[in-house]
């Protein structure tokens, strides 16, 4: 199993980002998906998920309105973009997948995830 990361990098407040994770080695679809972020000094949170399907999302209050998760099943990737970013948006960004026997009704808690990814460096500048 593997989860790759990436498009993370530096950008001024207001802009824009899309972050990818390239998943291999599992079924995509049975797998529910999820973004995750630690700033300097705190620790990590969740940010948002998304169903095996695809088909629903859930996102922490922070971001909602601001970031959307989806997932592209011909190339086994779930994205993040990520859009009107602020300065506390400054975090490593992970992605992480868990196995889903039913519905996904929220942010999944990160301690029940089972594969995790690198991270890659978000860096939001005023």
């Known amino acids: 199993v593997q989860l790759q990361a990436s498009g993370g990098g530096l950008v001024q407040a207001g802009g824009s980002l899309r972050l990818s994770c390239a998943a291999s080695g599992f079924t995509f679809g049975y797998y529910a998906m999820g973004w995750f972020r630690q700033a300097p000094g705190k620790e990590r949170e969740g940010v948002a998920c998304?169903?095996?399907?695809?088909?629903?999302?859930y996102y922490a209050d922070s971001v909602k309105g601001r970031f959307t998760v989806s997932k592209d099943f011909a190339k086994n990737t779930v994205y993040l973009q990520m859009n009107s970013l602020q300065r506390e948006d400054t975090a490593v960004y992970y992605c992480?997948?868990?196995?889903?026997?039913?519905?996904?009704?929220?942010?999944?808690?990160?301690?029940?995830?089972?594969?995790w990814g690198q991270g890659t460096q978000v860096t939001v500048s005023s």
């Open positions: 992480a997948a868990i196995r889903v026997q039913g519905r996904v009704v929220g942010l999944i808690p990160q301690d029940e995830y089972d594969y």
């Open positions: 998304i169903s095996g399907s695809g088909g629903s999302t």
